[in-house]
């Protein structure tokens, strides 16, 4: 059996979670004599993939040496946006005003409250990814370090699982910056971040990336004095700069401290207070804070694995090489999720699965760079994304032209007092091809599924023109965007031989 696991804080509902994610009494069972398909990691990828194929009737090995749901469950998506519901409560609270609402000045946040509804609705959710569920599932799970033995064989806790197919789901973890004096002082991820039962009253976040951005925002509105750090000259440096800009602008209205262009130098302690020492364009500073929240990014999970041994190359940085098919350079061993796909999303890690499940147990068909990917950061208001920006076609010399529509002029967006934001559509330069699409909306996750939809469809912004949107919804800002495409098209030569047609019409 595999080392002892412990959640912080050890209330009921992390005993729940630890019970339904790696049982304290759990015997691995006794290995099949050969399996059609040894997954490794329980995460998004590890699971859909051996759910996956159990169904379809294969014989599946599940191996995870932490916890399962991975990081999407324990420390990722379900705990982070259970505190960023609560926190759009405050926000709302903020603007009450302007809806004619009163209400006190300064509303109480009750941080442990906060918290602990988070690691309740966590647990209850883990049933769906428990031991319990894969093994009634027919899923032999084995709970501990897998590594490989050879090409076609895996050891974990002692026993040997041999396969036909394999497919290597560790995920990713958080990145360590190399900081001076940051490992002495300490700090806290998105692997531990969860676990705080008191709010800091200062929190410095080194990283502007999405993690960083939904979190700052989530502790400023709960009442803790932010800052944070971004190297770049923006926000989600990866984002569309017009998004990045306008969400600095609410961080700003919001109370939080933004540093672009910082340089973190090194950290220490002084006065039992943590200090950051950070140089940017306003020269070089100290910023006190009672925790340090790190995110910079993601590293994979690949120590261990013995990966050498089975023939499987990989990178350090960026995780196993794999072909367009998923497979690594051991043809019977693929991989799926953060362990080998940049785009580090759960549904991305889902959508990999589905891939694997195919290409590994059948006909070899199905290819990753064929997906269309969207993605969103749920900040208030959020900002996701679709396909190409503009830097991208630039840098493939694709000429596009770009349809924005703001939602200060629409009626819904006005109505609800959320016009921060826009919608907008790249199509090819005199074509009905949507290249890709960004959103910033207080519910921008939700509807960038409709410019995903009809871009994997092959349909355009005529189809969009002609799709009937409830009224009043910010939904019908994709037909109003698709209305501009439209009078784009309405050249003066063309309108001037209309004008001839309708006169002698009269």
């Known amino acids: 059996m595999s080392k002892k696991m412990q959640i912080l804080p050890d209330d009921e509902h992390n005993q729940l979670l630890l019970s339904n994610v790696h049982p304290k009494d759990w015997m691995n069972p006794e290995p099949a004599s050969k399996y059609n398909l040894v997954v490794i990691g329980a995460g998004t990828a590890g699971l859909v993939t051996a759910l996956g194929a159990a169904n379809l009737g294969a014989r599946v090995a599940l191996v995870e040496r932490y916890f399962m749901g991975g990081c999407c469950l ?11 519901r609560s926190s759009r409560v405050v926000g709302e609270i903020w603007n009450a005003a302007d809806y004619g609402v009163k209400v006190p000045e300064s509303p ?6 906060v918290m602990e509804r988070m690691r309740r609705l966590r647990a209850q959710i883990s049933d769906h990814d428990s031991v319990a569920r894969l ?11 897998g590594h490989f033995k050879d090409r076609h064989t895996l050891e974990v806790e002692g026993k040997t699982l041999r396969f036909k197919k394999a497919v290597i789901a560790t995920g990713s973890r958080a990145a360590h910056p190399s900081i001076e004096g940051l490992d002495d002082v300490g700090y806290l991820t998105n692997e531990t971040v969860f676990s705080l039962t008191e709010r800091p009253e200062h929190l410095t976040v080194i990283g502007g990336g999405p993690i960083g951005c939904e979190l700052a925002q989530s502790f400023r509105r709960f009442g803790s004095r932010v800052t944070i750090m971004q190297r770049n000259v923006q926000f989600l440096p990866r984002e569309d700069p017009e998004a990045a800009a306008l969400l600095g602008k609410i961080f700003e209205s919001e109370g939080i401290r933004c540093i672009l262009s910082a340089n973190v130098k090194k950290v220490s302690v002084a006065n039992g207070k ?9 020269g070089d500073e100290i910023v006190v804070a009672d925790e340090i929240l790190v995110a910079t990014g993601r590293t994979p999970n690949l120590e261990e694995l013995n990966l050498e041994t089975a023939g499987v190359e990989y990178d350090v940085r960026k995780g196993v090489v794999v072909n367009k098919y998923l497979q690594t350079t051991n043809p019977d061993i693929y991989a799926a999720g953060d362990i080998c796909f940049p785009y580090k999303f759960t549904h991305t890690a ?3 699965a589905r891939i694997v499940v195919q290409n590994s147990l059948f006909i070899k068909s199905k290819k990753h760079n064929s997906l269309v990917i969207p993605w969103c950061t749920y900040t208030d208001p959020e900002i996701a994304h679709v396909g190409m920006y503009e830097k991208d076609a630039e840098a493939k010399n694709i000429e596009m032209d770009t349809f924005t529509r703001n939602f ?5 967006a006005i ?3 959320e016009e921060a934001g826009f919608i907008k559509i790249h199509v090819k330069k005199g074509k009905d091809k949507i290249l890709g699409a960004t959103i910033v909306a207080r519910h921008a996750g939700e509807m960038i599924s409709e410019i995903t939809l009809a871009m994997v469809a092959g ?5 969009l023109v002609n799709v009937i949107h409830p009224y009043p919804t910010l939904t019908d800002a994709f037909k109003q965007v698709a209305g501009q495409y439209y009078a784009d098209k309405l050249t003066p030569f063309l309108r001037r031989l209309l004008e001839r047609w309708f006169r002698w019409k009269r």
């Open 108 to 113: 109480e946040v009750n941080f442990p409250q």
């Open 459 to 463: 349909r355009g912004l005529k189809t």
């Open 408 to 412: 200060k002029d629409v009626d819904r």
């Open 74 to 84: 324990n420390m990722g998506c379900v705990p982070s946006k259970a505190i960023i």
């Open 350 to 352: 889902e959508a990999t």
């Open 274 to 282: 943590k200090q950051v020492h950070v140089f940017s364009n306003d």
């Open 135 to 145: 093994k009634s599932l027919g899923v032999d799970v084995f709970l501990g370090e």
């Open 415 to 417: 109505v609800d007092g």
